[in-house]
Nanobody
Framework: QVILAESGGGTVQAGGALRLACASS??????MAWFRQSTKWGREGVAA????????TYGDSVKGRFTISQNKTEKMVYLQMNNLEPEDTATYYC???????????????????WGQGTRVTVSS
């Protein structure tokens, strides 16, 4: 069992950047991901990372703008968000699971451990 805690949300103007952080304790699971939820788009898979191989997967709407990364020593996973758009406004959640099939990387139903979320607001 792990506990996830997100941080780094806030308000930024369109075109700006934010970095979200997810702390996992007491250890990490092999699959960690970021999802977001908004009233407009529902829950969406943003990015996932297979930690042993540092292999990322991105949702189509964020490819080229967002980067998921890890710090193994600190048991942290980050989401660097660049060139933010108003449509990126949402509550962002960190999620983790010990094993997944490749088709499940951005499937929220496959993840059983979730953080409390951090709010990101992008103003136009």
């Amino acid at each position: 069992q792990v506990i996830l805690a997100e941080s780094g949300g806030g308000t930024v103007q369109a075109g700006g950047a934010l970095r979200l952080a997810c702390a996992s304790s007491p250890r990490t699971y092999d699959y960690m991901a970021w999802f977001r939820q908004s009233t407009k788009w529902g829950r969406e898979g943003v990015a996932a990372l297979y930690l042993p191989l540092n292999s990322p997967t991105y949702g189509d709407s964020v490819k080229g703008r967002f980067t998921i990364s890890q710090n193994k020593t600190e048991k942290m996973v980050y989401l660097q968000m660049n060139n933010l758009e108003p449509e990126d406004t949402a509550t962002y959640y960190c999620a983790a699971h010990p094993y997944l099939g490749r088709w499940e990387y951005l499937d929220s139903a496959a993840y059983k451990t979730w953080g409390q979320g951090t709010r990101v607001t992008v103003s136009s």
